[in-house]
């Protein structure tokens, strides 16, 4: 019995559900879709590493230090002779030298632009090898077999328009090196995004390495021995510290660092889920609540004839389900959809993944499932427990009940106590000495605001639709009158509209306000800072002395400053260690071209051999002026620094460590290396742009350098933090589409809610044109309100995230009025459209049939 109700009521209003299938449909689509990419690239990149891997490898040691390897440093080797003895192992077929690196750049001489990716996927040059699982084979042309031969991949060579014959140049630490492609290798598996060059041995040890030897030695077993033994007993041969792993071993190392690099996109797409989600669920709320009224007199006389409050609240949750699982379905049909987008997009970038070999595993089912239905059954279970409370007498009454009452009360206490909350947490965000703690406040704080609107929402509305709409009636008559009266009819339905609204854009608001502070903070920055007119970054290879000196041979450059950066570990006095970057920079880099904040201590310290530190690193490790720091760099150099200087919160570098580069030389062998940046001045009263045109060409033989003045390196900080904003853009683009679907189904509820009504408006004169602006003007206040109630929030989210890194760089506050004005005309224009579908139906009723209507 309660099934067949439920499925007459789901088929009969199955119309006024379509919009609430399409909020569970667009979740579910890209959290299955955002699963079925995430196992098809992984599974696809694990394949091909168990595919290629050797059986063992033995590498590089581990670093004590675990330090990253840093842009232009040489790579980590391993001895010639190393291969022999590994050979020598029982159980080892073949053991083959190898030298592949990832700090070098191809650039094609013929235009002097890269060949390869710019970003992302790496650039990797090594030796030709013929091993028994290469991932290459060559299709066209012979191997390299001299000093002046590479072999190219297929896919860098076809996007490049490079060929047998061409000429191709390696850039890297030791300089510029030409070559004659004399082949091309096509990949036998996937192809991960990154152009491959291959060299021959001879010339590989010594253009990329300096040296006689390889950075690992791959073997490969006979069968004799299973992997683990082959590592055994290649580590009892070898001794010496060297890493050996086997096939498995590099399968799983390398499946994890893919994973992890594509977890940002794993993480966004979820994001949009999640959002969709959330301004879904009260879009179903909305729906479920809507229906329950109409069908008060209904659940009135199922009560009436016997139905128990447990059979109502089971057949509107019943329909719920119904709606959950069908959303599902189509969901989980449609997250293909998102999958193969992705997949595309990835191979629109460099990465080659088949869209045919979808892994659709068990994972995908279950979580899409369990997210449309559980999000479906969760909104719709408020309205159902709603449903079941009313009295079969009250159900006859068009009237609140004193429940209704009592809860306005609850919502009223419990929407102050939360704002109240979130708002003091927010203050004291903005206010707390730390970064660590105020973001912790803040995320609570925004948490417990949103809440607490979304729980005031129903409250506001009145009083603040009564403010907005006060210009309606005299404005637009009749329409504009009952429009702003219908907005306040039902306040919980119009703050539940409105809420899903109001997450959107309140995230638009905030992001808005966090980026441009950001922008106008670096700006500021570099306006107090800089003193330089311009600045070269080096790029994968980092900036070699060839280049250094092209810089201080451009016509009008008075002084040129360098500064290497290195991965370093901090011994502390108290005996702790702290992980950080450290800047080598000679003297004039703060007498002439940096000004920097100077907390205590004097920068002319460093140059005596002093280390320069940031105020927050300091006060995190209780340092002080004179205290003694041991510096460990990477490959096992170490020195013991006194703190000469503790620069200030607001400045350009944050809390990097500085340090001069006579004093990291006695350390570090630096002299000679490739440095990250190069800054240029020019001489007094020379043309600034001229000038920086001749640089560009002075240094147009290298791609790899970016060449920037003050203004464009500000456009630089602003093109970056643009690249999160479209992203959040997009997330929130996904919120308010859905939030627009939420005001749709609402109007459109309404006016059948409403039917008799509207009838009886037509027959007492108000004609089609006013009705279908009565209706648009109140889509309209309430999409307004949303708005409203979103740039309040956003503000308050912007500028206490503002407050709290004010020490890390975002020490000027932006608030953008134009994204605001924007948005609330926006807000304008998404109530129009909304209203459009709804307000023609209206329309078109017969007057007489809606008069008619029960």
Do not use: C
């Not at 033994?229 to 660092?257: C, H, Y």
């Not at 006389?301 to 019943?318: C, F, K, T, W, Y």
């Not at 605001?449 to 603040?464: C, D, H, M, N, R």
């Not at 970057?581 to 007498?591: L, M, Q």
Request: no cysteine; charged share 15%; hydrophobic share 45%.
């Amino acid at each position: 019995m309660l099934l067949k109700t439920s499925l007459r009521s789901f088929f009969a209003h199955k119309g006024r559900m379509a919009l609430s299938l399409i909020a569970v449909v667009l979740s579910v689509a890209f959290v299955s879709g955002t699963l079925v990419f995430s196992n098809t690239a992984t599974g696809t990149f694990s394949r091909l590493f168990a595919a290629t891997a050797s059986d063992i490898s033995v590498q590089p040691p581990k670093p004590a230090d675990d330090a990253e390897p840093q842009d232009g440093d040489k790579p980590a080797t391993v001895p010639a002779p190393l291969a022999q003895q590994v050979a020598s192992v029982p159980g080892v077929k073949t053991a083959i030298g190898q030298v592949m690196v990832g700090n070098a750049i191809l650039v094609n001489p013929a235009t002097n632009k890269l060949v390869g990716p710019t970003s992302g996927a790496p650039t990797l040059v090594g030796n030709w090898t013929d091993t028994p699982r290469s991932p290459v084979k060559i299709t066209s042309g012979h191997a390299p077999q001299n000093s002046g031969e590479l072999v190219l991949d297929a896919d860098t060579a076809k996007k490049s328009r490079l060929g047998v014959g061409d000429r191709v140049r390696v850039d890297n630490a030791s300089g510029q090196h030409p070559y004659t492609i004399v082949g091309i290798a096509t990949f036998t598996t996937t192809n991960p995004g990154a152009a491959l060059a291959f060299l021959d041995t001879a010339t590989a040890q010594q253009v990329l390495l300096g040296e006689q030897a390889y950075t690992s030695v791959e073997a490969f077993g006979d069968g004799s021995r299973s992997n683990d033994q082959l590592k055994a007993d290649a580590l009892a041969k070898v001794g010496g510290g060297f890493q050996v792993k086997t096939a498995a071993e590099q399968k799983d190392e390398n499946t994890k660092a893919i994973g992890s690099g594509l977890d940002f996109m794993k993480y966004a797409m979820l994001g949009f889920a999640g959002i969709s989600l959330i301004v879904g669920g009260f879009l179903i709320i909305n729906t479920f609540s809507m229906l329950v009224a109409q069908r008060t007199r209904e659940i009135g006389l199922l009560r009436a004839i016997g139905g128990s409050r447990r059979q109502v609240n089971g057949s509107v949750l019943v329909e719920a389900l119904i709606l959950g699982v069908l959303g599902s379905t189509l969901g989980v049909a449609a997250g293909l959809g998102v999958a193969v987008g992705l997949i595309k997009l990835m191979n629109a970038i460099g990465m080659d993944l088949d869209a045919g070999d979808l892994e659709i595993g068990p994972d995908v089912f279950v979580a899409g499932y369990a997210v449309g239905i559980l999000i479906t059954v969760v909104a719709a279970w408020i309205p159902a427990r709603r449903a079941s409370r009313i009295a079969p007498m009250a159900a006859l009454r068009d009237h609140g009940t004193p429940a209704e009452a009592r809860s306005n009360i609850v919502r009223t206490v419990l929407g102050v106590l939360l704002t109240g909350g979130g708002a003091g947490l927010l203050v004291l965000a903005g206010t707390a000495d730390g970064a660590g703690t105020g973001g912790r406040l803040l995320g609570l704080g925004l948490l417990l605001t949103l809440i607490g609107f979304v729980v005031l929402g129903p409250l506001l509305a009145t009083v603040v639709i009564k403010v907005l709409g006060a210009l309606l009636p005299a404005l637009f008559g009749p329409s504009g009158k009952l429009a702003q009266r219908n907005a306040m009819r039902n306040p919980r339905r119009t703050g539940a509209t409105a809420a899903a609204l109001m997450i959107g854009l309140a995230l638009v608001i905030g992001s808005s306000v966090f980026s441009s502070s950001a922008v106008s903070s670096a700006s500021a920055q570099i306006d107090r800072s800089v003193g330089v007119d311009y600045i070269v970054s080096g790029g994968r290879t980092g900036a070699t002395p060839e280049m250094i000196d092209a810089v201080k041979r451009t016509p009008g450059i008075d002084h040129v400053t360098t500064e290497k950066d290195l991965d370093a570990r901090f011994q502390l006095p108290d005996g702790k260690t702290a992980r950080g970057g450290i800047a080598a920079v000679p003297p004039a880099f703060f007498s002439t071209d940096f000004r920097l904040p100077v907390k205590s201590g004097a920068v002319e310290s460093i140059s005596r051999g002093s280390l320069g530190i940031g105020e927050g690193f300091a006060t995190d490790h209780h340092l002080v002026v004179g205290d003694s720091i041991t510096v460990h760099y990477a490959g096992g150099h170490t020195q013991v620094l006194p703190v000469g200087v503790v620069f200030g919160k607001d400045s350009l570098y944050g809390d990097a460590s500085f340090v001069d580069f006579a004093t990291m030389a006695k350390a570090v062998p630096v002299a000679g290396q490739s440095v990250d940046r190069i800054y240029a001045k020019v001489v007094s009263g020379t043309d600034v742009d001229k000038t920086l045109t001749a640089l560009q060409d002075a240094l147009r033989p290298y791609p790899q350098l970016t060449v920037k003045d003050q203004a464009g390196y500000k456009e630089l900080v602003q093109s970056q933090v643009n690249t999160l904003l479209y992203l959040i853009y997009g997330l929130v683009g996904l919120s308010i589409t859905v939030a627009v679907l939420g005001v749709v189904n609402t109007l459109a509820l309404s006016v059948v809610e409403r039917t008799r009504e509207i009838g009886l408006l037509r027959a007492i004169g108000i004609s089609r044109r006013q009705l279908r602006r009565m209706i648009r003007l109140e889509s309209v206040v309430i999409a307004l309100f949303g708005a409203v109630l979103g740039t309040g929030l956003g503000l308050a989210w912007g500028v206490t995230a503002q407050r709290v890194l004010r020490d890390q760089g975002l020490g000027t506050l932006s608030v953008p009025t134009a994204t605001i004005v924007v948005t609330l005309v926006s807000s304008v224009v998404i109530g129009l459209v909304a209203a459009l579908v709804p307000a023609f139906r209206a329309g078109r009723m017969n007057v007489l049939a809606a008069i008619a209507t029960d």
